[in-house]
């Protein structure tokens, strides 16, 4: 949600800096801005995409090494050039732009307003600048102090960058519940919502922690110091991460490319950890942990949105191999209701951003009542991966495409990992059947390549029936969770009303809406359920309803009745998620693209939702 680009150089700014706000356009947002110092301070901002922004600037002075910019995802205030970042206060000395939520900010406007300001946008992020702006005005302050007592008056979520027009030379930046990395380079600084935008520069780079404040300037170098006032040494990293990650790679669209890369990506979430040979399954996070979890009282996974769906395939898991109780919790519902949570549970967290503010949220309350913190996410060195007192990495790369799919193969994966791992540690399953679910286990991504083998019959489904304007998606045990996924997918990208059930619930409902007009996806891949899925299937034709199927190799009785079916290769069925998921990925991907949607960006929806 919402993206932040920052340089300070000897470059031209607005060229680095608006081609790093088009690597975050995968982030969300609806509209964007700069803000660069030459002879003053020159900002463009325009409601809408990059593109628009490029074209205002074309013929404008941009000249200069220092600036700023902004891809904003509108919370306060409708998406229009006005309330677009960056903003600036009344003198216009200073211009900022601002990811989060100034929660305060209507007590701090009336005092602002009260000391003579005036306000031209709807937004929090102006209130912002224009305290910043009154505290260096009253002291005769330093960007950076004046950023800092501001910022102990704000209540809310911020990732900020702030330049100077009568001081060039100095680029601040400061986070709280928001993301923001600093990029080191050879004489010249970045700063951004990721690394993206400046991967190409530069791979060494620091995350920022809550409270802390960047100043980066070419005199000085980096210094950060907390909203305390208190020195913070900068722990650099750096990044194993390739550009091409970030490109199409021939692909039309980033969510294609994602979708193909998951034969990769789950070898790569099982790299290291498994072996068929050996008969082992490891994860390091778990095994300095591994006495807490083997005792634990119950696993509470919390997780939002597609994160929530691996979570409950993780529960089926876990309880299924390893025999403790789990529970999974929206990360949105779970710290207001007040649960009951102690020493002897364990909480998971499911974040592909590893910046889920309903997530952080969830984490920090169970850490406060003594839980065990464990973390699943994809981006290294993210706020979750922080917080976390363990955790795994699913090594799935850079996700552009908004939909998530490689990420829930590899959260999946990872889960089953470590649902091996404590059955073999608590003995809940025979040594025959852990050897076999992990020599299947490895045989998975080649699965997935055969599976992707099936796109061009994939792609004649979906022109067959995009032009429904709703649809049922049915599953069983381990395929209910895929049915959620499945339709949570074709709401996100193609906008066509989708709703996913166990298949046993349909008769107490979503049976009245079925007729020629509703297509039903049924996922029958699972041989415990097999019999009672293909009277549901019955149920569904007998009313007109068109059904496509997902089936196992050979599968005969649904074949025959179904309208469209899709065969997948068999495997246990603990498994099958990871193999199922993939038929209703490329189904949503090109229903969407049949229909005209933007599928790698979504209308209203962000990648990384950073604010509650």
């Not at 601040?172 to 935008?197: N, Q, T």
């Not at 006495?291 to 409950?312: D, E, K, M, P, Q």
């Not at 079916?565 to 498994?575: K, R």
């Amino acid at each position: 949600m919402c993206g932040i680009v920052g340089y300070i150089g000897s470059r031209q700014a607005d060229k680095l800096i608006i081609k790093g706000l088009e690597r975050l356009e995968y982030r969300g947002y609806d509209s964007a801005g700069i803000a660069i110092i030459n002879d003053g301070l020159s900002i463009f901002k325009k409601a809408g995409k990059v593109k628009a922004l490029r074209k205002l600037v074309a013929n404008a002075d941009t000249s200069g090494t220092v600036g700023i910019g902004h891809t904003r995802w509108a919370t306060h205030g409708e998406p229009n050039d006005i309330n677009a970042h960056p903003h600036t206060g009344n003198s216009g000395r200073l211009a900022l732009v601002h990811n989060g939520i100034i929660e305060n900010y209507g007590v701090l406007k009336s005092a602002l307003i009260a000391e003579g300001h005036t306000f031209d946008s709807e937004t929090d992020t102006e209130v912002l600048v224009h305290l910043i702006e009154q505290i260096q005005k009253d002291g005769n302050l330093a960007l950076e102090e004046a950023v800092r007592l501001a910022l102990t008056r704000v209540e809310g979520a911020y990732a900020i960058a702030v330049i100077d027009r009568d001081n060039p030379s100095v680029l601040v930046g400061a986070r709280k519940a928001s993301p923001l990395v600093v990029g080191i380079g050879e004489g010249e600084y970045f700063i951004g919502s990721d690394a993206s935008p400046f991967l190409d520069s530069t791979k060494r780079v620091v995350y920022l922690d809550d409270n802390q404040i960047a100043t980066v300037s070419l005199e000085n170098g980096l210094q950060i110091r907390n909203t305390a006032n208190e020195e913070q040494p900068p722990f650099i990293q750096e990044l194993d991460l390739q550009i091409e990650a970030l490109e199409k790679e021939g692909y039309e669209h980033f969510m294609l490319k994602e979708i193909y890369e998951q034969p990769k990506t789950i070898f790569d979430a099982m790299r290291g950890r498994i072996s068929s040979k050996e008969s082992r399954v490891t994860l390091r996070g778990l095994e300095e942990y591994a006495n807490r979890f083997v005792r634990a009282n119950r696993i509470i996974i919390v997780a939002c949105g597609t994160s929530y769906h691996s979570g409950l395939i993780g529960e089926y898991l876990i309880e299924d191999l390893a025999r403790i109780p789990v529970e999974v919790e929206y990360a949105s519902e779970f710290r207001y209701r007040n649960p009951i949570l102690s020493e002897r549970d364990i909480v998971i967290a499911l974040s592909q951003s590893g910046e889920t503010a309903d997530t952080m949220a969830a984490l920090e309350l169970a850490k406060s009542k003594g839980a065990l913190i464990y973390g699943i996410v994809n981006s290294v060195g993210s706020s979750i991966a922080r917080l976390t007192d363990a955790g795994s990495y699913i090594h799935a790369g850079p996700e552009i495409g908004v939909a998530s799919t490689k990420a829930f193969t590899g959260q999946v994966t990872v889960l089953t990992l470590l649902a091996l791992s404590l059955a073999r540690k608590l003995s809940t399953i025979s040594n025959t059947y852990f050897q076999t679910l992990v020599r299947e286990l490895e045989l998975i991504p080649a699965m997935v390549e055969e599976i992707l083998q099936e796109n061009d019959h994939i792609k004649y489904i979906a022109k067959e029936v995009k032009d429904h304007r709703n649809a049922l998606y049915l599953g069983r045990g381990y395929n209910y969770p895929v049915a959620l996924e499945g339709a949570l997918k074709l709401k996100e990208i193609s906008y066509v009303h989708a709703e996913g059930y166990p298949a046993a619930e349909m008769k107490h409902g979503p049976i009245a809406l079925i007729d020629e007009n509703m297509p039903v996806y049924v996922t029958a891949t699972n041989p415990s359920a097999y019999d009672k899925i293909v009277s549901n299937v019955q149920e569904v034709v007998a009313r007109k309803g068109r059904v496509i199927a997902i089936v196992n190799k050979g599968e005969q009785a649904i074949a025959k009745i179904a309208d469209h079916v899709i065969e997948i290769p068999s495997t246990e069925e603990p498994l099958t998620p990871l193999l199922s998921v993939i038929p209703l990925q490329l189904l949503s991907y090109h229903i969407a693209v049949e229909l005209g949607r933007n599928v790698d960006q979504p209308r209203n929806l962000a990648k990384s939702v950073t604010v509650e």
